[in-house]
């Protein structure tokens, strides 16, 4: 039987939080209890706010925990040509369309919507469904875009793609077995942009697939994404991981710490005189 395979994957688009410690130092635990693998994922599509500093920073303070994974480190920013053959597998299967609404547009077609009687549905996140291009475009507002330089998101085809994945989707959840997917909660999800070549959803399938990631262990937030992920895993016939969602670690207000909230970082404590030893403790680890 081959020794599971567990991994840790933060995006350095910010300094590292105590939840990232968290979710670092369980997966490095789960892999040494279980006689398995520990790998350190970058997860940097996003070239623009993920930088080589911020890299530097994460590594360093990974390290100062006294985490040891396998090198060399994948970084996605080195593999875009990998997703782009996923995404040419989904597309040969009719599965993908370009999508041309603004953010903007969006905000205004379910502003009107949400104010009558029927509010315009949401994701697990809370982000309103895609509406389609022809509920707020003319066709030839939208032969115009296709004929143009416009900027386009890369749209899975939700339900088409239910239809041919041709199953029912679960995922085994640690401690509590079968999980009923429904990634049809999520509408048509972003699979890349005209100037991004993968999404978190895409990307993230991939590379576990391809790292042979067997147990992925993280945290609640997305526990729902995993609905997408089985079912992209489906299409692209890869094999399925065993999952285990965290417990989040929250401020005192209950919120989930996070980046761009500027929570107090690692690098923070560390500049305070805190150890790592006490990171453990305060985590309960």
């Not at 635990?29 to 350190?40: E, H």
């Not at 900027?151 to 088409?160: E, G, I, V």
């Not at 980046?259 to 690098?267: F, G, I, P, Q, V």
């Amino acid at each position: 039987m081959n020794s599971p395979v567990y991994r840790f994957a933060p995006s350095p688009n910010g300094h590292l939080h105590l939840g990232h410690a968290y979710s670092a130092i369980l997966n490095d635990a789960a892999a040494k209890q279980n006689s398995g693998r520990f790998l350190l994922r970058i997860e940097d599509i996003d070239t623009v706010r993920c930088t080589p500093q911020l890299q530097e920073d994460m590594l360093e303070d990974l390290k100062w925990l006294g985490l040891h994974w396998e090198t060399p480190v994948r970084r996605q920013s080195e593999h875009f040509s990998e997703y782009a053959k996923a995404l040419a597998q989904l597309e040969a299967m009719g599965l993908v369309y370009k999508a041309y609404l603004t953010r903007a547009q969006i905000k205004r077609f379910v502003a009107k919507q949400d104010a009558s009687d029927t509010p315009w549905p949401r994701d697990p996140d809370g982000a309103p469904l895609y509406p389609g291009d022809s509920s707020v475009l003319s066709e030839q507002e939208q032969k115009a875009l296709q004929n143009s330089d416009a900027s386009y998101a890369l749209r899975l085809n939700m339900a088409k793609a239910i239809k041919l994945a041709g199953t029912s989707l679960t995922w085994n959840e640690a401690h509590h077995g079968k999980i009923q997917a429904n990634p049809a909660a999520w509408g048509d999800v972003v699979l890349a942009r005209k100037d991004t070549p993968t999404s978190y959803h895409l990307s993230v399938v991939v590379d576990d697939a391809l790292q042979g990631i067997t147990h992925i262990l993280r945290g609640k937030d997305l526990y729902h994404a995993t609905s997408v992920h089985r079912l992209l895993q489906t299409l692209l016939d890869v094999p399925e991981p065993h999952y285990e969602h965290h417990d989040l670690i929250l401020d005192k207000t209950g919120r989930k710490l996070a980046k761009s909230a500027k929570d107090t970082s690692l690098r923070e404590l560390r500049a305070s005189g805190v150890t790592s030893e006490q990171i453990r403790e305060r985590l309960g680890l």
